[in-house]
């Protein structure tokens, strides 16, 4: 079975400074990895994907996310965060060799705090 | 483009009864996913159909169902309704062919039981 885990409940980042917001996985095959955010009382937005290729992806909004299959991690950066960037952000993964037909498998959802 | 619509946004219901939600996928996307996100939890997997079959079903009882019809809309049944069914459902478009495509959400129904 495919699992996520987003070990951090809450970041808090000041404005302009770097952020990360941790993910690792697993699952049986090659990952298919995720991640989404969520703005208080709305839906989830599509921020970025890693399929396959290069290991440092490139997203929406100035986000990148880095895959490592040895630690089986896939963190999400950004270089400057903004006030506006927060939110609740959530890592996921498919199996793309799963029976699940197109099941994502979602964190918990760690909370990014960015103060002025 | 529109993206994923749903109906309606919020409801209200009391346990036992039933509940109907909609969704409208991205233009041109055919397959649709269902998914309950409980208060301060990530979404959970509930069902996925394309092509009007359901194509996968997460742990989820039988009083949850689903259908797509042939303009690929779908809709989530809720039966004899539980407080613990108060959540937000998402539902989600996507291409098929690959499972590398990207899942689009959207703005969801949020369901209240009483």
């Known amino acids: 079975a495919q699992s996520v885990a987003q070990p951090e409940d809450q970041v808090n980042v000041a404005e302009g400074n770097p952020l990360t917001v941790k993910c690792t996985y697993s699952?049986?095959?090659?990952?298919?990895l995720f991640w989404y955010v969520q703005y208080p009382n709305r839906g989830l937005q599509f921020l970025l994907k890693y399929i396959t290729g290069d290991n440092l992806v490139k997203g929406s909004y100035g986000f990148e996310a880095e895959f490592n299959k040895s630690q089986t991690s896939f963190h999400l950066k950004k270089p400057s965060a903004l006030v506006s960037d927060s939110a609740l952000y959530f890592c996921a993964v498919r199996d793309p060799y799963g029976n699940a037909g197109n099941m994502l498998t979602f964190g918990g959802g760690t909370r990014l705090m960015v103060k002025p | 483009d529109a993206g994923v619509t749903q109906s309606p946004t919020h409801l209200i219901k009391t346990r036992g009864q039933h509940v109907t939600l909609r969704c409208s996928p991205i233009?041109?996307?055919?397959?649709v996913s269902w998914y309950q996100q409980v208060l301060g939890q990530g979404p959970q997997f509930i069902f996925q159909?394309?092509?009007?079959?359901?194509?996968g079903r997460g742990n989820f009882p039988d009083r949850f169902s689903a259908r797509q019809f042939p303009n690929y809309s779908s809709e989530l049944n809720v039966n004899a309704l539980l407080l613990g069914d108060s959540a937000l459902y998402l539902c989600?478009?996507?291409?098929?062919?690959?499972?590398?495509?990207?899942?689009?959400f959207g703005e969801g129904s949020w369901l209240t039981v009483v």
């Open positions: 233009s041109g996307h055919k397959s």
């Open positions: 699952v049986s095959g090659n990952p298919y």
């Open positions: 989600a478009s996507s291409l098929v062919g690959s499972s590398g495509n990207t899942i689009y």
């Open positions: 159909y394309y092509e009007k079959e359901e194509r």
